[in-house]
């Protein structure tokens, strides 16, 4: 493993990318205008002040994005890939296999799973679908946990409102429906070293010492693992005690960052892969490697829909009020899947709602709700109503209410791209949006409003068991909030767009900030983003 050549050098190339976040945001005019207001009131310049040279992150030239780069070519990533189907695909129409009626009374775990696993064993069409199991209108008492384990299996109900399906959580604390396979990426022992010196954030293109054995169409891991070196550079095995005397755990080595791609050209000794990296791979940090894997335990194309379930019953068990308890009580855990959704759904009263795990891939959750969350007030604690852990994810369309509250979170080390899209959420104090800790990468808020609460890409320092920073690489764009804070992390930046709100500063380096207060056009920059990757100027997706 490669590692910088001096401690001197550790410190100025961390002191250059922690000024370089703090940028100057230059008005363009004439047909290459900043991206415009979303009024037509007159458009004044937005700056940040730095010591560096000025960046014009976004322009519109010609109705498309361009993008501009700081000095080391670091960029915001295109964050268009993400949800089923790697991004614009609609969802499936499952055809119905099995279908399922109420009972009066007793438990439906077991039936209901039943059905699941006959599905699982019906032919695959040629999309890789077996069929949907159908839960007709009323009511479903689950004290066990639902397991959609085979590929091309849907649950689905009549419906998430008044008259549709509900299913009513029972006994203990516990996950109602778990999606998913099992294992993890199998290494096939093959190793690629990137040469790169530097490989900026939002790239797709760069050089191996090999392209022996590599293929277009191959599925790749890109690995930057994290260094003592890398760490020591961006303060994190320096993360202080806390006021009451806690000490929090400082950060370790280990296999970093793993970013799941697809290869699409081969040239050379020069690979290109089909979405961006979220996080530069640097030289002087880290030796990032190539390797080829199989995924024989992961599922895909499987999904839950139409329906709504409640948790009520869960929160009057003895041990609710402890972290065993609120943090268990949750509606669903994706893992191991590939090509995933879940649509339609309403939950009320889950102490956590939905969850992406680190093995998923290309999961939509859209038009659901995690509603009246119920959590103990005196509880600091709080669980997260919708948490990715996964990459190139989409959670759009989705309400919360509740609170203490972590509305939309992402968790260590994710590797992006990921996007929350047009979600909201709403309490009356303790309510707040962001990644949670430990580096998680390129994760898009695109049109978020949390009226009463918070947004944060920061350094949670001490908080919990030493987060530390937990966001690097990450957009607020048009966002509503009662306030926001965005810091620049040593080795990457954070942005926000058009946020509507309080800016809030700290004692770290501010991020770049671009007109606070205003919208700005385009509306979303994941949709534009989307649109012009697919050269469809009309979707809306």
């Not at 089923?84 to 099995?98: H, K, M, S």
């Not at 998430?160 to 022992?189: C, E, M, N, R, Y």
């Not at 893992?335 to 009263?349: M, S, T, Y």
């Not at 093995?359 to 709700?369: C, E, F, G």
């Amino acid at each position: 493993m490669r590692q910088a050549n001096t401690t001197a050098k550790l410190a100025i190339t961390s002191k250059h990318l922690s000024y370089t976040g703090l940028l100057f945001i230059a008005l363009l005019v004439s047909s290459c205008s900043f991206l415009g207001k979303a009024d037509s009131s007159p458009t004044p310049t937005a700056t940040v002040q730095s010591t560096q040279n000025a960046v014009s992150w976004l322009q519109i030239v010609n109705g498309q994005l361009v993008y501009g780069q700081d000095a080391q070519g670091n960029k915001i990533p295109d964050f268009s890939s993400v949800g089923y189907g790697g991004g614009g695909v609609p969802l499936p129409n499952v055809a119905t296999r099995f279908t399922l009626n109420p009972q009066s009374t007793g438990d439906d775990t077991s039936r209901i799973q039943q059905a699941l696993d006959q599905a699982g064993k019906l032919t695959p069409n040629g999309q890789g679908i077996r069929g949907a199991v159908m839960l007709t209108a009323g009511t479903y008492r689950i004290s066990g946990t639902l397991a959609i384990k085979t590929s091309g299996v849907v649950l689905r109900g009549a419906g998430s409102g008044s008259g549709g399906t509900i299913l009513l959580a029972q006994g203990q604390p516990h996950t109602l429906v778990k999606v998913g396979g099992d294992g993890t990426w199998q290494h096939d022992g093959s190793v690629h070293h990137v040469t790169d010196a530097y490989v900026p954030v939002g790239a797709r293109t760069f050089k191996v010492d090999s392209t022996s054995g590599l293929a277009v169409g191959d599925h790749i891991i890109v690995q930057r693992p994290t260094t003592a070196a890398w760490i020591h550079a961006i303060g994190m095995d320096r993360i202080p005690p806390r006021k009451n005397g806690g000490i929090p755990r400082q950060w370790q080595p280990g296999p970093g960052l793993l970013f799941d791609r697809i290869i699409t050209a081969v040239n050379g000794q020069q690979i290109t892969i089909d979405a961006p990296l979220t996080n530069a791979l640097e030289h002087d940090y880290t030796d990032a490697t190539v390797w080829k894997y199989t995924f024989p335990g992961r599922i895909s194309q499987t999904g839950i829909e139409n329906l709504s379930s409640d948790a009520i019953a869960v929160t009057s068990t003895p041990n609710y009020a402890s972290d065993a308890g609120y943090h268990k009580s949750s509606f669903v855990s994706i893992e191991a899947v590939e090509n995933g959704w879940v649509n339609n759904v309403i939950i009320h009263h889950y102490g956590n709602g939905m969850s992406i795990g680190g093995l998923a891939k290309w999961v939509t959750i859209t038009h659901s709700q995690s509603l009246d969350v119920v959590v103990p007030q005196e509880k600091r604690d709080a669980p997260a109503a919708f948490n990715i852990s996964g990459q190139q994810s989409l959670i759009e369309y989705c309400k919360v209410t509740g609170f203490p509250i972590h509305a939309w979170v992402t968790q260590a080390l994710t590797a992006g791209p990921d996007v929350f899209y047009k979600c909201s959420a709403e309490a009356t104090s303790r309510i707040d949006g962001a990644p949670h800790q430990r580096w998680g990468t390129g994760t898009l808020f695109d049109n978020m409003s949390i009226a009463n609460g918070h947004l944060a890409l920061q350094n949670r320092g001490n908080f919990g068991s030493g987060q530390g920073w937990s966001a690097a690489n990450d957009v607020l764009w048009n966002c509503v909030t009662k306030d926001y804070l965005v810091e620049n992390p040593p080795t990457a930046h954070n942005w926000a767009f058009g946020c509507q709100g309080t800016s809030q500063t700290s004692a770290e380096p501010q991020g770049v900030i671009v007109s606070p207060g205003q919208a700005l056009q385009p509306d979303s920059l994941y949709v534009q983003q989307l649109r012009e990757r697919l050269h469809n100027p009309s979707l809306n997706p």
